[in-house]
């Protein structure tokens, strides 16, 4: 019997020891890594109906050009948690979807800066990381 629970608490102990070692990672990962926030068109038309402020970005994530603009705006939210970016997949939707949404002429993928519902800056195109940066530092 004795032999028994120090086999088990051995057991434990290393268990204990993986779950600490896991729990350590995700605490790492968690601290940081940060992404952007993929909208639902329902959620965005509401956030300019509520009139927020906010940066977006919207692109037809099946584009090249798209795919890696995402980790381009994955970096800025991991270097800069403050400033919450916000993505639109414009995919299936119409040519037009955002031009009617936002009242100005979209070519995408393109980057919105949104103040009380309404564009204040935009740039069309994906940015490189520092580009990407200044843009949105210039127009908050």
């Known amino acids: 019997m ?4 120090k086999k088990f608490a051995r ?7 993986v779950l600490v070692v896991f729990l350590g990672l995700f605490i790492y990962r968690q601290a940081t890594y940060a992404t952007y926030t993929t909208l639902s068109s329902t959620k965005f038309e509401q956030k300019i109906e509520n009139k927020d402020s906010f940066i977006l970005v919207a692109g037809n994530s099946s584009d090249n ?11 800025y939210q991991t270097k800069n948690r403050k400033n919450k970016i916000y993505y639109v997949d414009t995919k299936g939707k119409s040519s037009n979807y955002l031009t009617k949404k936002l009242n100005v002429n979209v070519s995408t ?5 949104i103040k009380k519902g309404k564009v204040t800056a935009k740039y069309p195109g994906a940015l490189q990381y520092y580009y990407f940066k200044d843009f949105i530092n210039a127009n908050l």
């Open 2 to 5: 004795k032999d028994f629970i």
């Open 11 to 17: 057991e434990i102990s290393v268990f204990g020891l």
């Open 65 to 75: 050009t798209m795919k890696s603009f995402q980790e381009v705006m994955t970096t």
């Open 109 to 113: 993928p393109c980057t919105f800066i």
